[in-house]
């Protein structure tokens, strides 16, 4: 069973505190070092794999979600078809043991056909959206603004 990265950079510092007592602490940190870098490169490695799961993933999410959509186009254009063939021979309702298929009327809804005529009181404004660029120039070139702060992190780069 190989050791995890924390475990061996510890037993590294712990070496590195030992330099005096060691009998050959060059090698030993040597080898710990070379543990490290193949501890390292593997999970480069995985993490590489995992970049490939992650677009397959993605791509199965893409294709799944154009099936679901041709289903639900599927669906509304058998239920409008079904809709205007019972219209035009006057059914209202159809029983059968499986399901029952009746006409109803939907809820009123409004039908804007000139939106310019409509007063502007039943018109309302988009929220407001913080421009984080612009935020992030000033944050930059020092401006103090209540709410934000520029904050610095620190990540990991694999190539």
Not at 28 to 40: C, P, T
Not at 103 to 108: C, G, L, M, V, Y
Request: charged share 30%; proline share 5%; aromatic share 4%.
């Amino acid at each position: 069973m190989t050791k995890s990265l924390m475990v061996l950079l510890d037993e590294r510092n712990q070496i590195a505190e030992q330099l005096e007592t060691a009998e050959n602490p060059v090698e030993m940190i040597e080898s710990l070092d070379k543990a490290i870098q193949v501890k390292a490169a593997g999970i480069c490695i995985y993490c590489e794999k995992l970049d490939g799961m992650v677009a397959a993933l993605d791509d199965t999410i893409k294709k799944l979600q154009a099936r679901k959509k041709a289903f639900q186009n599927r669906k509304e254009s058998l239920k409008a078809y079904t809709l205007e063939a019972m219209k035009q021979h006057g059914i209202e309702k159809i029983e059968c043991p499986e399901c029952t298929v009746s006409i109803q009327k939907n809820p009123p809804s409004a039908d804007v056909y000139e939106p310019n005529l409509i007063p502007a009181e039943y018109w309302k404004q988009p929220e407001p959206v913080l421009d984080r660029k612009a935020l992030l120039e000033d944050l930059k070139a020092g401006v103090i603004v209540q709410g934000a702060k520029l904050k610095q992190t620190e990540g990991i780069r694999i190539r």
